[in-house]
């Protein structure tokens, strides 16, 4: 079965930086599209950023452009999450996301990777 493993949250000091990972398996992974979303508490979960399958194209949010940095392994079949100049509003817990399109959608979540910006 398809699993997505994230790692790399933790707390961490406003400007700040984390790395976050996720592992995929059971999937051929360099045909989904990879995303990273994020849920603060009490607040709904909100897109952060996606990744094609072959890496050349990335689109983010605009609370995280200029400051986080989506890239993907094909090899390894992992992809990354660079975070920098974190700020208190980044706290949440992050998932990553693996949606494939065809004649059927494919649509996979991990079970999330807290991180925590203190001011």
């Known amino acids: 079965q398809v699993q997505l493993v994230e790692s790399g949250g933790g707390l961490v000091q406003a400007g700040g930086s984390l790395r976050l990972s996720c592992a995929a398996s059971?999937?051929?992974?360099?045909?989904?599209?990879m995303g990273w979303f994020r849920q603060a508490s009490g607040k709904e979960r909100e897109f952060v950023v996606f990744?094609?399958?072959?890496?050349?194209?990335?689109y983010y949010a605009d609370s995280v452009k200029g400051r986080f940095t989506i890239s993907r392994d094909n090899v390894k079949n992992t992809v990354y999450l660079q975070m920098n100049s974190l700020k208190a509003e980044d706290t949440a817990v992050y998932y990553c996301?693996?949606?494939?399109?065809?004649?059927?959608?494919?649509?996979?979540w991990g079970q999330g990777t807290r991180v925590t910006v203190s001011s």
């Open positions: 996301n693996a949606v494939f399109r065809g004649r059927v959608t494919h649509d996979y």
């Open positions: 059971g999937l051929t992974f360099s045909t989904y599209i």
């Open positions: 990744i094609t399958g072959t890496g050349d194209n990335t």
